[in-house]
């Protein structure tokens, strides 16, 4: 694992020390003292916690309520455009709808 995917306070282990990320290049040693750490170093995490899913990342959402809400959009928008653009508007909303079918 390298430096750039452990979060700050995470701890690892490098070159047989335990360390705990300070940094986005730096980690402090359990002897003391702070420490770069190239890139390039393969470390061993050591006891990783759970990450912990932030929420509404997973949600899903109601078909209904996204076309309702994705209809009353176009039409607000049907009514700005002028009639030279409509088409335009009208080949993006059936790209929109083919896209979330």
């Known amino acids: 694992m390298k430096l750039q995917h452990l979060a700050i306070g995470d701890r690892f282990e490098y070159n047989g020390k335990v360390f705990v990320k300070t940094g986005p290049l730096t980690a402090s040693s359990d002897e003391g003292g702070q420490q770069i750490i190239p890139r390039y170093a393969v470390l061993k ?9 932030k929420p509404g990342l997973r949600r899903r959402l109601d078909e209904k309520t ?26 993006a909303r059936d790209r929109f709808l083919d896209r979330i079918k």
Request: glycine fraction near 0%; include cysteine; hydrophobic fraction near 40%.
């Open 66 to 91: 996204v076309r309702a809400a994705f209809d009353d959009f176009y039409q607000a928008c049907s009514t700005l455009v002028d009639d030279s653009a409509l088409p335009a508007l009208v080949e």
């Open 45 to 53: 995490p050591i006891n990783p916690p759970p990450r912990e899913e």
